[in-house]
């Protein structure tokens, strides 16, 4: 979170620098002063990262409820695919939750992360649950080396209402 206050605060400043310079270029005879220019930026600026905190922990709040949480289904191998699958189990208020999995290569040497989100080992399968299931999003977590999968899932998806 304090990054994000940190990044608004930034952007909040150049777009104020900005547009003081295009005001004192438009109009050469207008005289603002400084200290209202400041006054401004900073009591805006606090109104937008006070607003901001305020409703990403409001979506935090009902995240961790269960509420307005999409599901999805990942499609991966390798470490990628693991650090995505335990990030996003991991972290509550992502706005995820993992509905079911294609783990491509399971024979692995790397640990499969721990997930309640049933676990496939067939495309075919995955999507007849996919599709059962009203799963909104299948995410592709795999090396470019696997295009061969990638065109098969992007096929097997293709005439549903599926973001991929």
Known sequence: MPQLA??????????????????LGLDRLATVPLTWMLYWTGLTGAGFVAV???????????RQAGLDVRPVAVVGCGDHYHRIVSDIEANATSGFRIAARLDWKSGEAAEAPRSSAPVFHQLDALAAHVRETAI????????LSEERLMRRCVETVSYTHLTL
């Open 52 to 62: 901001r905190m305020l409703i990403y922990a409001t979506l935090g709040c009902f």
């Open 136 to 143: 909104g999003e299948l995410w592709l977590a795999l090396p």
């Open 6 to 23: 940190i990044r608004l605060i930034l952007a909040w400043a150049v777009v104020q620098a900005a547009g003081s310079v295009l005001i």
